[in-house]
């Protein structure tokens, strides 16, 4: 039995039988046995009397161990139920003088060094239960909605996805590859007879699907070889990218808002151990910080406020103009000054507009066409494209999408303005010569809305083995 069911239906006074690693042992006496089923550990007492020395010299802490015995209602206080011990069975020894998980409170960067050993911990294991489960709610909305799930290439041939630094697919011998008369390395003797790199979006190709099944979304994995060492940016993350025909941008961001606070009120309740648990420790946390520095919603009052208020939506000369008036700008406390109209905006805007100034999250949407794609839907006034981005707090950017050109003649010559080729993309034109339609779609970071949704700080801490600049352990 899992110790998850045991908790849920208790069969008492019955004979048990569990499997799972000891958290800690006490007194001789009092073995807390967690299965990785559920956040909460099983109480097993061990009869010190008749157990052979040998077996309770080795329930140490990290120890997998079987034991048979009966349930009871406890005796002592802080939990429910507890097991009698009649049997026990050390599955695997742990030597407590070389296991890093002791029983007391580790930082989060030490767990980092020891990733494969820290989904034992009550923090690390919430998350991963709630990562996976947001994983699921996300499928079962897109199902709930009439969404096709597809795969795209995780390889791809085309370098004008413009998302980011790709990185390189190739079997050549770096060391021996042939050079063509430009000194370049001549990919045609590559393995796909092309220069081929891992994807950093599947829009391209989701888009030819929605063409065809109306309303599909991705969920995979995503490369970006930006090297920005930042608590937000991942080398490898996992991206849902919806995309749906017949859909202008107001349906998208109406879908995009709608599909978030679904997903985080799924978690709400399937989740709710989890989440109690991992906002008691956020709790104890702001304690022991500094009064300004505090968070004014704990995490499930956050979660809450999100699935239960409207997200802000305005323009981006709109966000220009707050953030140009704002006390920041002014005082010249931004590290990129807010000038001339038509600037990127920077992590800092985004959270001061999020955080300080509306307090919610804000979708921005009609961005200056010269900081965004060249698939952006041009607007009528020749300098803003059909683009939004959700932002949310303490984390920034979690949704970038936008409606996307229909237009074969508009988006021909915004490629020739971005010098891409257009040989590249003869499949993606295709799309506009055929029964071309309006339509749109975005993506969203798994990784971040997990931040969101469990109140952790660093990207690293919500994915199982994070891969950064310079780290590819495990
Ligand atoms: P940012 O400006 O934060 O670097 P972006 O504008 O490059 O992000 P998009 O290309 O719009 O990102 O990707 C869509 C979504 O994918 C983002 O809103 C974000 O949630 C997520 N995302 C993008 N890059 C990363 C990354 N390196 N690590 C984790 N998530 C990412
Ligand atoms: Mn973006």
Request: aromatic share 10%.
């Amino acid at each position: 039995m899992t110790i998850k069911n045991l908790f849920l239906n208790p069969p008492i006074k019955e004979k048990v039988s569990i499997k799972g690693w000891v958290k800690t042992f006490r007194a001789n006496r009092f073995i807390s046995v967690n299965d990785g089923s559920s956040l909460q550990s099983i109480q097993c007492v061990v009869d010190y009397d008749n157990t052979a020395e040998v077996i309770l010299n080795k329930i140490n802490t990290g120890a997998s161990i079987k034991v048979n015995g009966t349930l009871v209602e406890s005796q002592g206080k802080g939990q429910s139920i507890e097991i009698q011990v009649e049997k026990i069975e050390i599955l695997g020894e742990c030597d407590p003088e070389l296991y890093p998980i002791q029983p007391k409170k580790h930082s989060l960067e030490f767990l980092r060094e020891n990733a494969h050993l820290r989904a034992r911990t009550s923090t690390f294991s919430s998350i991963f239960r709630i990562r996976s489960s947001i994983s699921f709610a996300i499928h079962k909305y897109f199902k709930e909605n009439g969404f096709f799930y597809i795969n795209t290439p995780i390889v791809t041939g085309s370098d004008a996805e413009g998302a980011g630094e790709m990185f390189k697919v190739t079997t050549l011998d770096i060391n021996k590859a042939e050079v063509n008369d430009n000194n370049e390395i001549d990919f045609s003797k590559d393995f796909f007879g092309k220069e081929t790199n891992l994807t950093v979006s599947g829009q391209l190709e989701a888009e030819n699907m929605a063409m065809g099944l109306g309303k599909v979304y991705t969920f995979g994995p995503t490369f970006r070889a930006e090297n920005s060492n930042t608590s937000r940016h991942l080398a490898e993350f996992w991206m849902i990218e919806p995309e749906m025909a017949f859909y202008d941008l107001s349906d998208n961001m109406n879908l995009a808002e709608h599909f978030i606070k679904s997903v985080l009120d799924y978690i709400v309740k399937d989740c709710k151990e989890d989440l109690y648990f991992l906002n008691q420790r956020l709790i104890n946390e702001d304690k022991s910080k500094p009064a300004q520095e505090r968070n004014e919603l704990n995490l499930l009052e956050r979660l809450d406020f999100v699935i239960n208020n409207d997200f802000v939506r305005i323009t981006y000369s709109e966000a220009y103009e707050i953030l140009k008036n704002s006390k920041p700008n002014k005082k010249k406390k931004f590290k990129f000054p807010i000038s001339d109209w038509g600037v990127d905006l920077q992590s800092e805007h985004e959270r001061y507009l999020v955080e300080k100034h509306f307090k919610k999250p804000v979708i921005i949407f009609d961005y200056p066409a010269k900081i965004k794609a060249f698939y952006m839907r041009m607007n009528e006034d020749g300098k803003t494209v059909k683009a939004m981005d959700i932002l949310f707090p303490g984390i920034g950017e979690i949704v970038g999408g936008s409606q996307r050109e229909e237009r074969l003649d508009i988006l021909k010559s915004r490629i020739k303005e971005l010098k891409i080729d257009e040989k590249e993309l003869w499949w993606y034109l295709d799309l506009r010569k055929f029964g071309t339609v309006e339509h749109s779609g975005f993506g969203l970071g798994l990784e971040r809305l997990i931040l969101f949704a469990t109140g952790m700080t660093n990207i690293r801490d919500v994915i199982p083995f994070p891969r950064t600049p310079k780290n590819a352990e495990f």
